[in-house]
Nanobody, 127 residues
């Protein structure tokens, strides 16, 4: 049974930092590419960052580029999202999602292109 578990969400003051973790089980992690998404109340889920099989092959949305860093530790079956200089507009539920390289299609930015999701972790940034 495939399972993705996010952790690390919290309430933090603007300008602060958080590191989110997404730990996978029930799959061959090295074969999976992982995305981080977020959804604020009343808004659509949006892609934040994406990491492919090789750790330095990454993408970011314009909103978080230069502030967030995605990385992976295959020995721990975990993908991290280091979030620095957080802003109130980063407040959202953050989800990780995974797709295998052999059946990945479509833009990583589209949540519909992922079938495996975690339950989410809440990030709240206050001014």
């Amino acid at each position: 049974q495939v399972q993705l578990v996010e952790s690390g969400g919290a309430s933090v003051q603007a300008g602060g930092s958080l590191r989110l973790s997404c730990t996978a089980s029930g799959l061959t992690f090295v074969n999976y590419m992982v995305g981080w998404f977020r959804q604020a109340p009343g808004k659509e889920r949006e892609g934040v960052s994406y990491i492919r099989l090789v750790g330095d092959d990454t993408d970011y949305s314009e909103a978080v580029k230069d502030r967030f860093t995605i990385s992976r530790d295959n020995d721990k079956n975990t993908v991290y999202l280091q979030m620095n200089n957080l802003k109130p507009e980063d407040t959202a539920m953050y989800y990780c999602a995974a797709r295998a390289y052999y059946d990945a299609s479509g833009s990583w930015r589209n949540p519909a292109n992922f079938r495996r999701w975690g339950q989410g972790t809440q990030v709240t940034v206050f001014a």
